[in-house]
């Protein structure tokens, strides 16, 4: 296995939790749910929190575009 996909085997449950915790919060708080926003919810849950790097790749998986 490639270092590269090592490193993302490892953080993938982390992303995973990031991600689903922003979707969660969506739903509880009956928003909308779409890249934007749990992008958005995203920034928010972590605002105060020095960010580590799950919570950066989660992002950057939200930034990528449609191909």
């Known amino acids: 296995m490639a270092i590269e996909n090592k ?8 992303i995973v939790e990031v991600l689903g915790l922003a ?3 969506l739903l509880v708080e009956r928003r ?6 749990i992008s958005e919810m995203i920034q928010v849950l972590w605002q105060e ?3 580590d790097l799950a919570v950066e790749l ?7 575009s449609k191909e």
């Not at 490193?7 to 982390?14: D, G, T, V």
């Open 7 to 14: 490193f993302f085997a490892e953080l993938h449950p982390q």
């Open 32 to 37: 909308e749910v779409s890249r934007e926003s």
């Open 58 to 64: 989660a992002l950057d998986v939200l930034s990528l």
């Open 49 to 51: 929190v020095d960010v």
């Open 23 to 25: 979707v969660m919060q």
